[in-house]
């Protein structure tokens, strides 16, 4: 074999473990790649609104059992709809104030945190920010009642039984010279109506008005 041969034979064999190195390098990138996203596997809600919006989070994080698609908003195309009856608490439950104001706090700490405790007929609202976050909110500040005893009527289009699930939290302004809910009643523009549905042992705000 001359020499000549001999380097090109040389060449072409480098050439051919070069090769069979990049593709074990890509499957092992697959796997890996592969791997993380059957450990942190996603779920995707899309909405179509007067502009598209797509929420993707962690499968584990937010489960259907909790968070399924709001009804009547099932194929993407109605926002906000109503809460889905799966799972929801209506006759046990009780809303204290403790547990609507630290929910009510979570919309202002972070988008996650937000959709953690909001129901997914709020999401489209949180992903825009559009939602009505006023920030740390004191207790005793908080009119909690059934929205069946409320007289309001936001959930009325979605039937009886949501309505009957839904609690209705009133959060009255801070303003100078009132103290725990009479501030209610001396500026009712001012006061933020938060809806708060229980499903799966979690409270979740369902809708905000104000």
Request: hydrophobic share 45%.
């Amino acid at each position: 074999m001359s020499r000549r041969l001999r380097v090109l034979v040389s060449i072409l064999l480098v050439f051919l473990v070069l090769i069979a190195a990049q593709s074990a390098l890509v499957q092992a990138s697959h796997g890996a790649a592969l791997g993380r996203s059957t450990r942190h596997s996603m779920r995707v809600l899309t909405w179509i609104t007067p502009q598209r919006v797509a929420v993707a989070v962690p499968a584990t994080s937010f489960p259907v059992s909790i968070y399924p698609y709001s009804d009547r908003a099932a194929n993407g195309v109605t926002q906000p709809g109503c809460p889905a009856p799966a799972g929801l608490s209506s006759s046990k439950a009780t809303l204290t104030r403790d547990a609507a104001a630290r929910q009510i706090d979570a919309l202002s700490v972070s988008k996650y945190s937000a959709l953690s405790a909001t129901d997914t007929t709020m999401w489209p609202n949180v992903i825009l920010h559009q939602v009505g976050a006023i920030g740390t909110v004191s207790p005793s500040r908080l009119i909690v009642q059934r929205e069946a005893v409320s007289g309001m009527s936001v959930t009325k289009k979605c039937g009886s039984f949501i309505t009957s699930a839904t609690w209705v939290v009133e959060a009255c302004p801070s303003l100078k010279g009132t103290a725990g809910t009479s501030s209610c009643a001396k500026d009712p523009a001012l006061v933020g109506d938060y809806y708060f549905v229980k499903r799966g042992g979690h409270w979740l705000i369902s809708f905000v008005y104000g």
